[in-house]
C-alpha cells in the first residue's frame, strides 16, 4: 500500500538541504578566505542545527491546523502565532547549545571547560552563553517560523481548494442529473399519457378553457425545467412556481383525491434554495405517499425562518414510512450530496413518520436572499 506524503513531511524533508550547504559553505570559505578547517563537531553542529527545525516542523503544522489565521479571529490568531514564534525561537536556540554542548563533552571536552570557567560559576556562564545565542538567533526564527507556518497555510487553502473545486464538480453533475431528472419525472410516457388523457378528457367534455390550461402548465413545467442555468441555488418563489405548476397538473388529473396546501410567507420568497430540491420532495410525497392511499390526501408545504436558518418542510398524509425507514430511489440521497457540498454541516435534510400518518420531509439550509437576476444570469 503506497502512503500518501503529507505537508508537513515536504516541508520537514527541505531542512535538510540548508544543512547540507550550510557545511559546504563552511569547506568552501576554507580555501577562499583561508580560515581554520572546521572540524567534524563543527560541521556536525552546522548541519543538526538546521535540522532541528526539520524536527519541530509536524508541530508547527499541527499548531496552523489548529489555530489557522482566518476571519473573524485573525487578531487573535497573530498573538497566539507569534507566542508560538518566540517558544520556537527559544526551543530552535536551546536545543541547538545543547546540541553544541553534547558534541564538545563528546569530542571536545576542552572547548566547553573554556565556556564554562569564564564566569563566576558553570551554571551562570552556560546561563549567560544559552541566552546570548537565543537573542542572536531570535530574528531569523522569527522569520522562520513565520515561513512556515505560512507555507503550512498555503497547503491548507490549496488542499481545501482542491477539495471545493471536487465539490462544486459534483454538485454541478448533481443538479444536471437532478434537472433531466424532473424532466423524466415529468415527461415519463405514463405522466404524459395521464396528462394527454386529461386534456382529451376536457375537450370531450366540451371544458376547452380546462384542457387549455393543462397544456399551459405542462408547457410551463417544461420551459422551467429546461430554462434554468448551470446555478446551484434558485429564488425560492421560482421554485415554488415550479410546484405550484407540477400540483396542478396532479390536482386536475385527481381532483378528488389530491389536495395540496403552501403556506410560504411572502418575505421567505426571496430566499436562495437548492434548485429542484422542492420539487423532488414534493414529487415524493405524491408517489410514494398520496398514490398509495385509495382515499388520496394532502400534501402541505411550509417554510419559515428560524434565527439563520430557512426551514422548508412537506407533509403528506399518504401510506407514511416505518422509523428507520427510507423512500426508495436516489433523489433524497443526491438531495443529500448537494446540500452537504453546498452548505457543509449547516443543510441537512431528514426525512421521518408523521405525526397522525404519513411522512414528513424537513429541508433546513441557511438564509441568504437572492435576487432574481443571479438565477436569470446563470442562464
Not at 279 to 291: D, K, S, T
Request: hydrophobic letters at 45%; aromatic letters at 8%; a positive charge.
Amino acid at each position: 500500500m503506497r502512503t500518501r506524503i503529507k505537508p508537513w513531511m515536504f516541508v520537514a524533508a527541505i531542512w535538510v538541504w540548508p544543512a547540507i550547504f550550510n557545511v559546504v559553505e563552511r569547506l568552501v570559505q576554507v580555501r577562499l578566505s583561508g580560515w581554520d578547517r572546521p572540524s567534524a563537531i563543527d560541521l556536525i553542529f552546522s548541519a543538526g542545527d538546521w535540522l532541528i527545525y526539520a524536527l519541530v516542523t509536524p508541530v508547527i503544522f499541527r499548531i496552523t491546523n489548529r489555530w489557522p489565521v482566518v476571519r473573524p479571529h485573525v487578531r487573535q490568531r497573530i498573538l497566539i502565532h507569534l507566542g508560538f514564534a518566540l517558544l520556537f525561537c527559544f526551543v530552535w536556540a536551546t536545543a541547538g547549545k545543547a546540541l553544541q554542548f553534547g558534541l564538545g563533552a563528546l569530542f571536545a571536552p576542552e572547548r566547553l571547560s573554556k565556556v564554562v570557567s569564564t564566569g563566576a560559576s558553570p551554571g551562570a556562564a552556560l546561563a549567560r552563553d544559552v541566552a546570548s545565542w537565543i537573542l542572536t538567533t531570535l530574528p531569523f526564527g522569527m522569520v522562520v517560523y513565520t515561513t512556515v507556518a505560512g507555507m503550512a497555510h498555503a497547503f491548507t487553502y490549496f488542499v481545501e481548494a482542491r477539495d471545493r473545486d471536487v465539490q462544486l464538480a459534483r454538485v454541478s453533475e448533481q443538479l444536471t442529473a437532478a434537472r433531466y431528472a424532473t424532466l423524466q419525472a415529468q415527461l415519463n410516457p405514463h405522466f404524459l399519457f395521464n396528462t394527454l388523457n386529461t386534456i382529451a378528457v376536457f375537450v370531450r367534455d366540451g371544458d376547452r378553457t380546462g384542457a387549455v390550461r393543462i397544456v399551459e402548465q405542462l408547457s410551463s413545467i417544461l420551459r422551467r425545467t429546461l430554462g434554468r442555468g448551470p446555478s446551484n441555488e434558485v429564488q425560492f418563489g421560482e421554485e415554488i412556481e415550479l410546484v405550484d405548476t407540477y400540483l396542478a397538473i396532479e390536482r386536475a388529473r385527481f381532483p378528488d383525491r389530491l389536495r395540496a396546501e403552501i403556506r410560504v410567507p411572502q418575505v421567505l420568497l426571496r430566499a436562495a434554495v437548492p434548485s429542484f430540491a422542492l420539487q423532488h420532495l414534493v414529487e415524493n410525497a405524491i408517489r410514494h405517499g398520496i398514490a398509495k392511499r385509495d382515499a388520496g390526501g394532502t400534501v402541505t408545504v411550509i417554510a419559515a425562518r428560524t434565527d439563520d436558518s430557512l426551514v422548508i418542510t412537506v407533509e403528506d398524509d399518504g401510506a407514511g414510512i416505518g422509523p428507520g425507514d427510507v423512500r426508495p430511489g436516489h433523489g433524497i440521497a443526491n438531495t443529500r450530496e448537494r446540500l452537504a457540498a453546498l452548505y457543509g454541516a449547516d443543510g441537512s435534510l431528514e426525512i421521518a413518520p408523521r405525526a397522525g400518518g404519513g411522512t414528513i420531509a424537513t429541508l433546513r439550509i441557511p438564509y441568504r436572499e437572492m435576487a432574481r437576476e443571479e438565477t436569470d444570469a446563470a442562464r
